[in-house]
Nanobody, 123 residues
Framework: QVQLVESGGRSVQAGGSLRLSCAAS????????MGWFRQAPGKNREFVAA????????HYADSVKGRFTISRNNAKNAVYLQMNNLKSEDTAVYYC????????????????WGQGTQVTVSS
């Protein structure tokens, strides 16, 4: 069992920056890949970013490449999402996720989900 708790969601002006954090607890000794999904009202959940447990391989959705950066600190059992140059289209609930298979996260699937944190970008 792994528990994930996101924090850092805010209301921010377009063009601004925001940093989301995710704290993991439970069976964190497992070499999970971790990542982020998001879901806007009335839309399907979509993959945002993923990173292998050792940080060696990173993936991003095309819509956020060059603007978002995923990172992790395994000693703290934490993963982060730095979001720069935010656009109104980035408004969504953001979920921290974990899975033993990185490709599952890229495909929008994950074994473990956090509760979500709201990001609102105004223009």
């Amino acid at each position: 069992q792994v528990q994930l708790v996101e924090s850092g969601g805010r209301s921010v002006q377009a063009g601004g920056s925001l940093r989301l954090s995710c704290a993991a607890s439970g069976r964190t000794s497992t070499a999970y890949s971790m990542g982020w999904f998001r879901q806007a009202p009335g839309k399907n959940r979509e993959f945002v970013a993923a990173q292998t447990w050792d940080g060696g391989v990173t993936h991003y959705a095309d819509s956020v490449k060059g603007r978002f950066t995923i990172s992790r600190n395994n000693a703290k059992n934490a993963v982060y999402l730095q979001m720069n140059n935010l656009k109104s289209e980035d408004t969504a609930v953001y979920y921290c996720v974990a899975d033993v298979v990185t490709q599952d996260i890229r495909a929008g699937k994950a074994d473990y989900w956090g509760q979500g944190t709201q990001v609102t970008v105004s223009s």
